[in-house]
């Protein structure tokens, strides 16, 4: 049986930096259970009307960078789920044992080599 610990410790790392960053451009709507992005408080408090597209342009940007981060936030909670569900390290796509080193470069891969773009 695997050793999940030093998974679980990288996957909790990774989580807690996540949301530092993903709490720095958005906030966790507790209604929905998504992080939803939020302006630039600097440009809202600027009053020329010139300065929308600005604002716009920032927003798609915060969008852009929290739909990644979330992304990556599910990955990580997902292998969690699965260290405490004893399923952690098997490909979502053969059933296969995904390879130590492929785990230890990205411990919430969900799939082996073999199925890394599938």
């Given at each position: ?39 630039d ?8 009307d ?19 981060l ?49």
């Open positions: 049986m695997m050793n999940t610990a030093p998974f679980k410790e990288k996957l909790e790392t990774e989580k807690r930096s996540l949301e530092e960053e993903l709490g720095a451009i958005a906030y966790f709507n507790t209604e929905t259970n998504v992080w939803e992005a939020t302006p408080q600097t440009l809202m408090e600027e009053i020329d010139n300065d929308a597209a600005d604002r716009f342009e920032d927003f798609e940007e915060r969008s852009a960078i929290l739909n990644t979330q992304k990556r936030l599910t990955d990580i909670n997902d292998a969690l789920m699965k260290i405490e569900k004893g399923t952690y390290g098997t490909c979502e796509i053969s059933g296969e044992k995904i390879e130590t080193e492929r785990l230890n470069a990205n411990p919430a891969a969900r799939t082996c080599k073999e199925h890394i773009n599938l």
